[in-house]
C-alpha cells in the first residue's frame, strides 16, 4: 500500500464509526415532540372536530437509520484496511475471507427485514393519506407531523463526518483513490445522504414521513446490493486461503 499514514487512517475509522453511530442513534434523537396541537389544527382544516386527543408524538422516522446499511459497509471496508496494520499478509486474506463472507450474509438479511418493514409501513401510510378524513386523521396522527429541523441537523452532521472520513482516507493514502470499490462506496453514501436531505425539503411537513419511508426502502435495497457485492467479493479470499491451506499442509506431510 505504499507509504500509509497510520494516524490518519485510525481517524478515519473513527470519523466513519461516528457516522454509524449518529445514524443508529437517530430513532432516539429525533421525534417524540409534543404533536397535539397540530393534530387538532389539521382536523379543524378537514372540518373534523377532536376533543381531547391525548399525547401525539412526531415520529422519528426509518430514513437516516437506514443509511447506516451503507455506511456499516463503509466501517467494514476502513476497519479491514485497519487490520492490515496489526496482521501479516497471509493470516489476514484468510481471515478476511471469512468474515467478509459472515458479515454480507448478516447484512443481506438485516437489510432484507428492513427492506419489508419500511415497504409495509410505506403502504400503510399512504393507504391512510388517501382515505379521508378518518384515514387520513390516523395517519396525521402516527407520522403527520415529521421533525425536520432535528433530521436535518442529523444529516448534517453525518454528511459532515463523511466527507471528513474520505479526507482522512485520502490523507492516510492517496492511492486509495484507485480502489474502485471504495470510491463508488463513498459517492453512494454521500449521494444517499443529500438525497434524503432533498426528499425531507420537498413536500410539506406532514408528507415528509411517506417519503422519508420511500427512502428507507431505496436505502435498503442499497444495502442489499453493497451485501451481495461483498458477498461476491469474500469467495475468491475463501478459496485463495483453502488452497493455501492445502498446499502448506501437503508440504507438511511430505
Avoid at 3 to 13: D, H, S, T, W, Y
Avoid at 73 to 82: E, H, I, K, P
Avoid at 121 to 139: D, I, Q
Wanted: glycine share 10%; aromatic share 6%; with cysteine.
Amino acid at each position: 500500500m505504499g507509504e500509509l499514514r497510520k494516524p490518519f487512517l485510525l481517524l478515519a475509522l473513527l470519523a466513519v464509526a461516528l457516522v454509524v453511530g449518529v445514524e443508529l442513534g437517530a430513532a432516539a434523537l429525533t421525534g417524540g415532540g409534543d404533536a397535539s396541537g397540530a393534530l387538532r389544527e389539521r382536523a379543524g382544516q378537514l372540518g373534523v372536530e377532536l376533543g381531547d386527543v391525548g399525547a401525539v408524538s412526531e415520529p422519528s422516522g426509518r430514513g437516516i437509520g437506514s443509511l447506516a446499511l451503507i455506511d456499516v459497509v463503509a466501517l467494514w471496508t476502513t476497519g479491514l484496511f485497519c487490520l492490515s496494520l496489526v496482521l501479516p499478509d497471509r493470516l489476514q486474506g484468510r481471515v478476511q475471507g471469512v468474515a467478509t463472507l459472515v458479515f454480507s450474509i448478516v447484512l443481506l438479511l438485516v437489510s432484507l427485514v428492513l427492506l419489508i418493514v419500511a415497504f409495509v409501513e410505506l403502504t400503510v401510510m399512504v393507504s391512510l393519506f388517501l382515505a379521508p378524513p378518518f384515514g387520513t386523521l390516523a395517519y396525521l396522527a402516527v407520522w403527520g407531523f415529521f421533525p425536520v429541523d432535528d433530521a436535518a441537523v442529523l444529516l448534517g452532521l453525518a454528511l459532515l463526518l463523511k466527507l471528513v472520513w474520505v479526507a482522512l482516507l485520502l490523507a492516510a493514502q492517496p492511492r486509495f483513490l484507485r480502489n474502485k470499490g471504495l470510491v463508488v462506496l463513498a459517492l453512494t453514501t454521500l449521494l444517499c445522504t443529500v438525497v434524503l436531505q432533498f426528499l425531507h425539503g420537498l413536500v410539506p411537513v406532514i408528507l415528509v414521513s411517506i417519503l422519508d419511508d420511500l427512502g428507507a426502502v431505496v436505502f435498503a435495497v442499497v444495502g442489499l446490493i453493497w451485501a451481495l457485492v461483498l458477498l461476491i467479493g469474500s469467495i475468491p479470499a475463501i478459496v485463495k486461503a483453502i488452497r493455501t491451506t492445502a498446499t502448506t499442509s501437503g508440504r507438511t506431510v511430505r
